[in-house]
């Protein structure tokens, strides 16, 4: 059996759970200059890594990191020339990150879904990466090398090496494993994996502690490097904080330029840095707070997770069932575990359902999440595509009432002009189609009718995503106290002397002379709430396949462009009920035929479910209606 398997596996998902959402006073207490665990800053040395791959993928947020990061370091006093900063193509002044414009302000969502919301709605341009005071290096395997070939060699006992990763990461091979995790560097199949990392660090002069934040995808895959390159027990050398596990992307990636959704790992680690100092506080606070669908974990964990689970094996039992019943033990002394138990009690306040007690009650609740995580991003989709047809319909009206405007528009013209003239024109263009919009009071009202279902059901099923992450996180923290009691009372000598070094290298902090104030996010809304917002975004169904009828049968019937000609009907179905057949064509509502391409699905979705619609059809050349 392998040493180091993952059982504890999160699915999609959550229960019918209730708890109080309610606010609860701020746990943070701002630390006092000079925490017991921070390090001399004139002993910090640091690597900040910033790959982004290719310009279209390297994006603003990147940077952002970059400089927060660079911001806490500095002001911590770590010298400048103790951080180096690996970032894209470094100093080459060719264009190499990707930032967006912002949608135009007002009228701007009527761009949504057309062919004109990226170009001229929220145009990309791309720019060489500059930050301000550094000299940048270029983020290749040979930069990387050439640093600790030469300022890594001359680190002295007593240092401590922080390396920092804000970028995309790539999952292993299935013969690699967790090992062929890698951070994705500049330029074409460029790469840095988990195994080529630890190579890197063997050469750094023993005694040297590295700490590693990592925000990429598949982040976790890293926490390997603990191991080393002969998969000893850890030696605490080396740990890290990772913004996910070895098999989950990460979230926070955007090439917006203002800031505006600057959300993910990095953002919510680096303000519980700026509030606490503390490393391991502002783990706490990232596994709180982070609104995303990550799961922040730190080497510590992966190690007893590991740990467990190998104990599982030996005595021939289910991971699960070997946790729950240490957990058992646990609780039988709550006094001993009272942090670990309030922190999954302020889990499931932050995310609006009760936190478990079992590893067991986790899996059931990650087991039944997909019944309604899944249909609600079906409902989110379906609502997107459906205002995506009414805006550009609505586009393409404006469009014909305007001749002056379809030249300015041709994809050749507007794929040339800076991004600031492009957003210019994207605003110009808004400043006139909202006003005629809103001249067409039903229109109008459809689209805020389809934006707003949209709306709601996305956050509502990213809401979902977030609660899956959330169990997981709850998975990691019940994990660790079943570990401890393992360690504790049946663990050997070199194990939990292996936890207390993985500990004390994560106890690391930034002596910063101010620091921020910081609190609790809003709590999501309880999950019980989410279920009946499920029901709301609930679309009614016809179940038929369907294109726009061609243009000579229209031109023959004299039908409008809403008009489509049935592809199949599904079984089971209200259309089969009803009657309808392939190559029948549905006109509409009597009196209300439809009058553009594909308002069909808007009008259908609209519905409401378990009432009768009559529609006219063309069936051969007879006109007969049915009841839907």
Known sequence: MPSRVHLFVGGLVLATMLASSCATPSPYVRPPTGDDTSVDPARVHAVLINGGGRRASNYQSHVIHLREVLDLLRAAGVPDDQIAVFASDGEDP??????????????????????????????????????????????????????????????????????????????????????????????????????????????????????????????GGFAQLAYGLDDALPSGRVCGYFSTSADREAYGCHPENRGVDNIGHSIRFLEGL???????????????????????????????????????????????????????????????????????DRIGRGFGFASPRSLKEVEERLGRLPKVAEPLAKYSEAWRGAQSDLARANLERFLRAHPEWPPRLKRSEISVLPADSARALGSELVA???????????????LEKLQNRSSVAEKASYRMDVREAALQRMQTLLIEVAADVYLRTRGTAQERQARAD??????????????????????????ADDLEVAREVLPAWMGIQFRQAPPETRAEHGLSEGAVSVQRVFPSSPALAAGIEPGDVILGPPGRHFTEPRQIREWTMLSRIDEPYRLDILRGSERIQRTL
Not at 147 to 156: P, Q, V, Y
Request: glycine share 10%.
């Open 432 to 446: 006139e189609l909202g006003p005629a919009t809103r001249d067409d009071p039903e229109t109008f009202e459809r």
């Open 274 to 344: 700026r509030g606490l100092g503390s490393f391991p506080k502002a783990h706490v606070f990232t596994v709180v707070n982070d609104h995303t669908p990550d799961v922040p974990l730190r080497t510590s964990d992966e190690f007893l997770r590991e740990t467990l689970e190998r104990a599982a094996w030996e005595e021939g039992r289910d991971p699960i069932e070997y946790g729950d019943a240490l957990l058992a033990e646990a609780w039988g002394d709550p006094g001993r575990y009272e942090r670990q138990i309030r922190l999954l």
């Open 502 to 527: 993985l500990l004390a290298c994560e106890d690391f902090a930034l002596r910063l002379p101010e620091y921020a104030r910081l609190e609790d996010r809003e709590a999501f809304p309880a999950y």
């Open 94 to 219: 060719g264009v190499d990150l990707a930032t967006r414009e912002l949608r135009p302000e007002g009228d701007g969502w009527l761009l949504d879904g057309t062919s004109l919301e990226n170009s001229i709605g929220r145009p990309m341009e791309y720019v060489s990466t500059q930050i301000d005071g550094v000299a940048l290096r270029p983020a290749t395997q040979e930069a990387l090398g050439d640093w600790f070939s030469a300022e890594g060699a001359d680190l002295e006992e007593g240092d401590v090496l922080f390396v920092y990763v804000t970028d995309h990461g790539t999952r292993g091979s299935e013969d690699a494993g967790a090992r062929g995790n890698a951070i994705s560097l500049w330029g074409f199949k460029e790469s840095l994996t988990v195994d080529e990392l630890a190579g890197m660090l063997e050469s750094v002069p023993e005694g040297i502690r590295v700490v590693t934040l990592m925000s990429q995808c598949y982040s």
